[in-house]
């Protein structure tokens, strides 16, 4: 479920957990272009549930889906789903994961890291009968 509303990372998974979904994981190619097919404008950030941790090996390493619990419980390895040159940890505070289609891309939507507290207009939910 795609929809637009302006909320923090933390605050997205609020709303999510008492919506009794989660942020979406994107964990395949096919689901990325699912999340393709919805349109999204260009430079426009989509929150999901991904997180690093903290302290992990900066920029790639400690990447994890959130559930609806606020827990990391999978670790992620998508390389191939990464925009070019992402995650950068660009300013020393990317830790949040978003879907970003950059302005000049051809293609929509990449993984890419972003700072946790912008507070971003558009969620990408999911719902248990989707897990």
């Known amino acids: ?4 509303s302006t909320d923090t990372w ?9 919506c009794g979904g989660r942020l979406a994981w994107i ?3 096919g689901e990325l272009s699912e999340a ?3 349109n999204v404008q260009r430079s426009t950030h989509v929150l999901i549930g991904m997180r690093q941790s903290e302290g992990a090996s900066e920029p790639a ?5 959130f559930d609806a619990t606020d827990r990391p419980v999978t670790p992620v390895d998508m ?3 990464w925009l070019g ?5 660009y300013g020393g505070a990317e830790d949040c994961g978003v879907l970003w289609t950059p302005s ?7 993984l890419n890291d972003d700072v946790c507290y912008r507070r971003y207009s558009n969620l990408l939910l999911e719902w248990p009968s989707i897990f």
């Not at 000049?104 to 990449?110: C, E, I, K, R």
């Open 36 to 38: 393709r097919s919805l």
């Open 104 to 110: 000049l891309s051809t293609t929509p939507l990449f």
């Open 61 to 65: 390493g400690g990447w994890y889906w």
């Open 79 to 81: 390389s191939s789903l």
């Open 27 to 29: 964990t395949t190619s």
């Open 10 to 18: 933390s605050s997205a998974l609020f709303i999510a957990r008492v």
């Open 85 to 89: 040159g992402q995650p950068n940890d």
């Open 1 to 4: 479920y795609y929809t637009s």
